[in-house]
């Protein structure tokens, strides 16, 4: 791997003979580069997300939260918990210039 200007790093990836065409035909030479980093930023945070999710999946459990069955349940809370932060947002102390 070779360094690049702006902290960047040269790599050698080897795609498919129709992807590149695909890439080619839809991005212009100037911007693969960033268009490339981008999808690839894109695609690792949702593998990234992934993880997450299949890591912690069955954490939840229904019986350790009986107040949050339902639907309104959950909306209650949230209202709770939203008017909780809004009342503290209105009492803050203001600045003045």
Known sequence: MARTANDSLKITVTLPKALVRRLRKQVPARVRDQFVAHALEESLALAEQTAVLEETAGVWKES?????????????????????????????PTRRA
């Open 64 to 92: 350790d939260y009986p107040e949050l069955k339902t639907p309104e349940d959950i909306d209650r809370w949230l209202a709770a918990l939203r008017g909780g932060w809004f009342e503290r947002f209105e009492q803050r």
